[in-house]
């Protein structure tokens, strides 16, 4: 049983994202140390200090490098004409898994109030490196499919709210 999972896949990895989908399902959505899985998914449910966070924010560490797995997406702008906006991130938010395809759905999660890039050209460098003592998450709703099969290590980063 991996980070107080109540699952048992062959992948630990299965089962410690199964336990941040289920703890994140369990809290209201619309509410706002070392941190391992296990002590994020407490502070989550209210376990340790309750705290009216919504999201465990995760780094995926690849197989085959052994560096911070980059996601890359596109987000609808609003404005006229409608534009495109291409992002990446290292953080995410674990928004399902299947623990029969060892498949999970991330939603890429990027600083409040940034967007990496319009077209071609870089707004902010490295917009996908965060300050987590200064930094606000906020989601993109922008998905990426992740076979976890690739996947070596999750970091669970602190509890938080996502705008």
Known sequence: MSCGSEFETESFITDTLLAIVEAQDRVDSGVG????????????????????????????????????????????????????????????????????????????????NVIPYIGDTPITPNAALFDLNNEVLTGTDSFINVDLSSILAVTCLPPTTIL
Do not use: H
Request: include cysteine; aromatic fraction near 8%; hydrophobic fraction near 40%.
């Open 33 to 112: 140390g070392p941190v391992g899985c296990n002590r994020a998914i407490q502070e989550l449910i209210g376990g340790i200090n309750p705290s009216g966070f919504n999201t465990i924010p995760v780094i995926l560490t690849l197989k085959s490098t052994g560096l911070p797995f980059m996601g890359y997406g596109a987000i609808r702008e609003n404005v006229s004409p409608s534009t495109s906006a291409f992002i990446y991130s290292a953080v995410f938010r674990v928004e399902e898994v299947d623990p029969d395809t060892g498949a999970a759905s991330l939603e890429l999660l990027t600083r409040a």
